[in-house]
T-cell receptor
Framework: AQKITQTQPGMFVQEKEAVTLDCTYDTSDPSYGLFWYKQPSSGEMIFLIYQGSYDQQNATEGRYSLNFQKARKSANLVISASQLGDSAMYFCAMREVDTGRRALTFGSGTRLQVQP | GAVVSQHPSWVICKSGTSVKIECRSLDFQATTMFWYRQFPKKSLMLMATSNEGSKATYEQGVEKDKFLINHASLTLSTLTVTSAHPEDSSFYIC?????????????????FGAGTRLSVL
């Protein structure tokens, strides 16, 4: 089974509008972390935001917020006031603590295109 | 600024030659680094975990003799693609976890290098 599922291969959004990128995950580990990364066309992976499984509040970082619904096992990324520079691939990733696996498991990604 | 440096960013080589890619943590010591491979329009696939002072841990299906990993110091890991062939052409990207991010292991953030685009002719 897929550990991380991103069901939107591509998304379009108008500049200055908000957009939600979906991510669902599958784990039986009670302790885990969820991450979102941005990958522009240059290829570099840029860390955006983190949510821990025990965090009571949704994470926020500037224009990025994470809509964490633990019971549904979803961790959607919300980008507010989209900018042209937000056009990129976005990856959701997870680390499970009890497995001892320190590497991240990535979803298939969503390509976001911001239109002027 | 970047906390993980990867070099070279782009390399073209002839089939049969070996290519070395370097990954450096710039302002912290990384006992563990990770090597990923990414095909066009695909996700990142973990190839191996590089451990300072010991052997790398390879993912299932990754050829150890093909992709040699050396983590000789706390700030440097290298990936050598030996006897490269056109099917090895890909985007290779490394990452390292910055220590001290938090008490919970889950919170340790992985920082990535800029990646290396390998083309084997």
């Amino acid at each position: 089974a897929q550990k991380i599922t991103q069901t939107q291969p591509g998304m379009f959004v108008q500049e200055k509008e908000a957009v939600t990128l979906d991510c669902t995950y599958d784990t039986s580990d009670p302790s885990y972390g969820l991450f979102w990364y941005k990958q522009p066309s240059s290829g570099e992976m840029i860390f955006l935001i983190y949510q821990g499984s025990y965090d009571q509040q949704n994470a926020t970082e500037g224009r990025y917020s994470l809509n964490f619904q633990k019971a549904r096992k979803s961790a959607n990324l919300v980008i507010s006031a989209s900018q042209l520079g937000d056009s990129a691939m976005y990856f959701c990733a997870m680390r499970e603590v009890d497995t001892g696996r320190r590497a991240l498991t990535f979803g298939s990604g969503t390509r976001l295109q911001v239109q002027p | 600024g970047a906390v993980v440096s990867q070099h070279p960013s782009w390399v073209i080589c002839k089939s049969g030659t070996s290519v070395k890619i370097e990954c450096r943590s710039l302002d912290f010591q990384a006992t563990t680094m990770f090597w990923y491979r990414q095909f066009p329009k695909k996700s990142l696939m973990l190839m191996a975990t590089s451990n300072e002072g010991s052997k790398a841990t390879y993912e299932q299906g990754v050829e150890k003799d093909k992709f040699l990993i050396n983590h000789a110091s706390l700030t440097l890991s290298t990936l050598t693609v030996t006897s490269a062939h056109p099917e090895d052409s890909s985007f290779y990207i490394c990452s390292a976890t910055r220590p001290g991010q938090g008490a919970l292991q889950a919170k340790n953030i992985q920082y990535f290098g800029a990646g290396t685009r390998l083309s084997v002719l």
